[in-house]
């Protein structure tokens, strides 16, 4: 028996939605926000739905796993979706991107992004144990990976404020 479980973070970034998702959009920059990504090893070029890319990521202390991770829907500005295997002892994995444009009082853009993942845990009556360890996990991982993409995507904005 296996089941899908949701598992996200949110962040308020001082950043328009267009810089986020432009950075966002060439996955060889996962490895500069994503927590646990080491390095971005391949590329399916040109890159677009159905379209798939492989990095090396960390599971837990030393030990790395493969991942091919295969885009899946855009939703232009607003959502990515993918799909991939490679984590040992889950099934298939489902990480979306996601973001929603917000004004502040002064007018100014900011981008509301969540990240997260969908994953297929094939535990059993263990599946609420796991659980619950890959949510403290998994919220460091993906909140710590929006402190590092919002620093990033504010450099790449600032670097090219004439566009956003």
């Known amino acids: ?41 391949q590329v399916d070029r040109p890159f677009g739905i159905g379209r798939s890319f492989e990095e090396i990521s960390v599971v837990a202390g030393p030990l790395t796993s493969v991942t091919t991770w295969t885009l899946r ?18 099934g298939e994995i489902r990480p979306f991107v996601r973001m929603e444009p917000v004004t502040d009082a002064a007018g100014a853009e900011l981008a509301y992004v969540t990240y997260g993942s969908s994953i297929e845990l094939s535990y059993g009556r263990f599946i609420p144990v796991v659980t619950r360890l890959l ?12 402190a590092n993409l919002e620093k990033l995507a504010g450099r790449h904005a600032a670097r090219n404020a004439d566009r956003f």
């Open 1 to 41: 028996m296996s089941e899908f479980h949701e598992f996200s973070a949110s962040r308020l970034m001082p950043v328009p939605v267009a810089a986020v998702w432009e950075f966002t959009e060439d996955p060889r920059h996962n490895a500069q926000w994503c927590n646990n990504v080491r390095e971005v090893t």
């Open 73 to 90: 829907t855009v939703v232009a500005q607003r959502e990515r979706t993918f799909t991939g295997k490679g984590f040992p002892g889950v």
């Open 135 to 146: 949510r403290r996990m998994l919220a460091t991982e993906f909140t710590t990976s929006l």
